[in-house]
């Protein structure tokens, strides 16, 4: 029974990553009506966040080994909670910009702390949950931020209140902290059992930082689709920019459904398969897309975009803990969230300013061909983690 309470209290963690992505995003064009500031300051914030968040990524294995997991989930919870509190009451865009670094850094840490916890602890079909809950955070907030702006509130009130939400939750993980000593054993002891059988073999030195830039592959790749799709709706197939909207919501939709689909068999179909699958499936529904056809067509691509994604990104944290020891798996993983703000802040600009001087049309082109060579170096990193971690996959 504390086993079940606190898988659900991690995925009520995880919710907590994607609800403050709704106040620089759903937010900002109220924001930046508020502090008298043109579009493109967002880009302030964006990057405030990104730097602090890949930062806490790259550097909270050390804080998660002295800490534990449960006081680095509270105390991060804690800070976004303050974070967003901060927000509703910020005086200036200065003070946006500043608040933005311990939310960054709060939801980097509880990133890190807890995809180490869930690839160490359970199985590939909860990290696969625990992603899906990730869409969860990232679709509730846009909602709560929409109700404030429509009521007096404004978007202050709608940080308040996600704010308060945060605090609640810092106070549950703070009230749980005695539960985080009492995770399953099960999927521990079959990845020491690789850990002990692969001892005989060194690992290769690069994987360390394969592992890694896989993550800034992906999520560049994502980030790209989510950032561009909608321009390419409106700027080449004649959308309006409500349906583009509504469109979106087909990829992100596909995304958080798919990873809750993909949990149930995500157990016996192993995380090395279903890696391959995914990226083959979004390189399929992006060459689709590249067709232009009719809007149904468009549709089917966007769906089968964010299906294929779906696995990808808990599959390769999960695979993590089968293909390294346990302390450096610890490392890894910090790297690999790190790696994953990088690769959504820079690539997706550098596609922007291409199509801006190429055009739309090279977007998805590039996206290709983010993907192609992600499953060339996924494939790459299997090789050099083979053998008996090829194993674990499948009893994960």
């Given at each position: 029974?504390?086993?079940?309470?606190?898988l659900?209290?991690?995925?009520?963690?995880?919710?907590s990553?994607?609800?403050?992505?709704?106040?620089?995003?759903?937010?900002?064009?109220?924001?930046?009506?508020?502090?008298?500031?043109p579009?493109?300051?967002?880009?302030?914030?964006?990057?405030?966040?990104?730097?602090?968040?890949?930062?806490s990524?790259?550097?909270?294995?050390?804080?998660?080994?002295?800490f534990?997991?449960?006081?680095?989930?509270?105390?991060?919870?804690?800070?976004?909670?303050?974070?967003?509190?901060?927000?509703?009451?910020?005086?200036?865009?200065?003070?946006?910009?500043?608040?933005?670094?311990?939310?960054?850094?709060?939801?980097?840490?509880v990133?890190?702390?807890?995809?180490?916890?869930?690839?160490?602890?359970?199985?590939?079909?909860?990290?696969?949950?625990?992603?899906?809950?990730?869409?969860?955070?990232?679709?509730?907030g846009?909602?709560?931020?929409?109700?404030?702006?429509?009521?007096?509130?404004?978007?202050?009130g709608?940080?308040?209140?996600?704010?308060?939400?945060?605090?609640?939750?810092?106070?549950?993980?703070?009230?749980?902290?005695?539960?985080?000593?009492?995770?399953?054993l099960?999927h521990?002891?079959?990845?020491?059992?690789?850990?002990?059988?692969?001892?005989?073999?060194?690992?290769?030195?690069l994987?360390?930082?394969?592992?890694?830039l896989?993550?800034?592959?992906?999520?560049?790749?994502?980030?790209?689709?989510?950032v561009?799709?909608?321009?390419?709706?409106?700027?080449s197939?004649?959308?309006?920019?409500?349906?583009?909207?509504?469109?979106?919501?087909?990829?992100?939709?596909?995304?958080?459904?798919?990873?809750?689909?993909?949990?149930?068999?995500?157990?016996?179909?192993?995380?090395?398969l279903l890696?391959?699958?995914?990226?083959?499936?979004?390189i399929?529904?992006?060459?689709?897309?590249?067709?232009?056809?009719?809007?149904?067509?468009?549709m089917?691509?966007?769906?089968?975009?964010?299906?294929?994604?779906a696995?990808?990104?808990?599959?390769?944290?999960?695979?993590?803990?089968?293909?390294?020891?346990?302390?450096?798996?610890r490392?890894?993983?910090?790297?690999?969230?790190?790696?994953?703000?990088?690769?959504?802040?820079f690539?997706?600009p550098?596609?922007?300013?291409?199509?801006?001087?190429?055009?739309l049309?090279?977007?998805?082109?590039?996206?290709?061909?983010m993907?192609?060579?992600?499953?060339?170096?996924?494939?790459?990193?299997?090789?050099m983690?083979p053998?008996?971690?090829e194993?674990?996959?499948?009893?994960?």
């Amino acid at each position: 029974m504390a086993q079940r309470f606190l898988l659900v209290i991690i995925y009520l963690s995880f919710i907590s990553i994607g609800l403050p992505d709704a106040v620089t995003g759903t937010a900002w064009p109220a924001v930046r009506l508020t502090f008298g500031q043109p579009l493109e300051a967002l880009s302030a914030i964006v990057m405030a966040f990104t730097v602090s968040g890949a930062l806490s990524g790259f550097f909270g294995s050390v804080v998660i080994k002295k800490f534990g997991t449960g006081i680095v989930a509270a105390a991060s919870c804690l800070i976004t909670s303050l974070a967003l509190i901060g927000y509703a009451v910020s005086p200036s865009f200065v003070w946006l910009v500043v608040l933005t670094v311990p939310m960054g850094l709060g939801c980097g840490a509880v990133d890190s702390a807890l995809n180490n916890f869930v690839s160490q602890h359970y199985t590939a079909r909860h990290m696969n949950w625990l992603h899906g809950f990730w869409g969860v955070g990232v679709t509730l907030g846009p909602l709560v931020i929409g109700a404030a702006l429509a009521s007096s509130s404004g978007w202050r009130g709608g940080a308040l209140t996600l704010g308060l939400m945060q605090l609640a939750l810092a106070l549950v993980l703070a009230l749980s902290l005695s539960l985080w000593h009492k995770a399953p054993l099960a999927h521990a002891q079959a990845t020491e059992a690789g850990h002990a059988a692969r001892s005989q073999h060194s690992t290769h030195p690069l994987a360390v930082w394969i592992a890694p830039l896989t993550f800034f592959i992906y999520v560049a790749a994502e980030a790209s689709v989510g950032v561009w799709m909608a321009s390419i709706l409106v700027g080449s197939r004649q959308f309006t920019p409500a349906q583009a909207g509504g469109w979106m919501s087909v990829y992100f939709g596909a995304i958080m459904v798919g990873r809750f689909a993909i949990g149930l068999v995500a157990n016996h179909l192993g995380n090395r398969l279903l890696v391959r699958l995914g990226i083959g499936l979004s390189i399929v529904g992006v060459l689709l897309f590249m067709l232009n056809g009719p809007y149904a067509l468009s549709m089917l691509a966007l769906a089968l975009i964010g299906l294929g994604f779906a696995p990808v990104y808990p599959s390769l944290m999960h695979e993590t803990a089968n293909r390294f020891a346990p302390d450096v798996a610890r490392v890894v993983i910090g790297r690999q969230a790190g790696c994953s703000y990088v690769g959504a802040f820079f690539l997706p600009p550098l596609t922007g300013v291409i199509a801006g001087s190429v055009g739309l049309w090279v977007i998805m082109p590039a996206i290709a061909a983010m993907l192609v060579i992600l499953l060339l170096v996924t494939q790459w990193l299997d090789r050099m983690t083979p053998a008996e971690t090829e194993g674990l996959a499948v009893v994960n």
